[in-house]
């Protein structure tokens, strides 16, 4: 389970706001709250948000964790990659979401959407993809991978879910089952990791992620086996003590479970919080590098 201070970050991590109690509409107690999601509804509509451009600014972070501009860009962003879907073609796809020119868009959303544009709009067309699923002490473990690295390793109660999680995000893309044994090395050095035998995962990864995810994630692979950090401990590591949300919201969205150790990440008061694939497997990650730990 995840928590956001307001639809608006919802919406930013990916949710949709459901369309019968409409949360959008309501507002919080706090000013602040009111104040970003005028300004969010501003940046979306295309227009300037209006006020004290410094005190917008301190707002956002303190909400979001995140600055009104990053803001804006995600928006454009996400806005972009829905036309492609519709237009499938990049020129009007681009104007459409507001960029002044061709080399802007591949300059902004290389790293966000993992492939090129023109890639993208055909749904992950020429991308080749190999994966394997085994079984785990935890369930099932997929791992995945291109010709640069792995690019997901996830865990679920059955290979079904995680082959259709795989497939989701790019229909078009060249995904086979590994028959090979390409990917025999990484899976034997993940299932030494889980049975106490591999502290460390240091495989090549193939990941996309925006600036503040890759901060994140390099600073939750620092962490030692066996130890365990607060959100608020890892947004003060990456210079960003407000950003506790934030961090949250870039641990949930890790692709690479274990080789980028979230799970262990918990809250101040010394709760688990939330795991991507489940509190139980993240309790069980945690015992198990407790009593394995040197």
Request: contains cysteine; charged residues 25%; glycine residues 8%.
């Amino acid at each position: 389970m995840t928590f956001f201070p307001i639809p608006e970050a919802a919406e930013r991590a990916g949710y949709r706001a459901c369309r019968r109690c409409r949360p959008a509409d309501v507002n919080g107690g706090d000013p602040a709250v009111a104040l970003v999601r005028d300004a969010a509804r501003a940046i979306a509509a295309g227009q300037k948000p209006q006020g004290d451009p410094h005190r917008l600014a301190r707002a956002f972070k303190r909400i979001l964790g995140i600055t009104p501009r990053a803001y804006a860009e995600t928006r454009r962003v996400s806005r972009f990659k829905q036309e492609l879907k519709q237009r499938k073609q990049v020129s009007p796809a681009l104007y459409e979401a507001g960029y002044g020119s061709s080399s802007r868009v591949y300059e902004r959303t290389d790293a966000q959407l993992g492939m090129t544009p023109a890639t993208y709009a055909r749904g992950g067309e020429g991308v080749g993809l190999a994966y394997v699923t085994v079984p785990t002490s935890l369930g099932r473990l997929l791992v995945a991978a291109t010709e640069r690295g792995v690019c997901r390793v996830a865990l679920a109660d059955n290979a079904g879910i995680l082959e259709q999680d795989l497939l989701a995000e790019f229909p078009a893309a060249r995904v086979v089952a590994d028959k090979s044994g390409k990917l025999y090395g990484w899976v034997t050095a993940i299932l030494a990791y889980l049975a106490g035998h591999e502290p460390d995962l240091d495989l090549p990864l193939d990941i996309r992620a925006t600036a503040f995810q890759r901060r994140v994630w390099q600073e939750l692979r620092s962490i030692p086996f066996g130890q365990t950090r607060t959100y608020a401990e890892v947004a003060k590591r990456i210079g960003k003590p407000k950003a506790t949300r934030a961090v949250a919201n870039a641990c949930a969205s890790n692709p690479v479970a274990l080789v980028i150790p979230c799970h262990r990440v918990v809250r101040e008061n010394g709760e688990l919080g939330g795991y991507r694939w489940g509190v139980d497997r993240k309790r069980s990650l945690l015992e198990k590098e407790a009593i394995t730990s040197p």
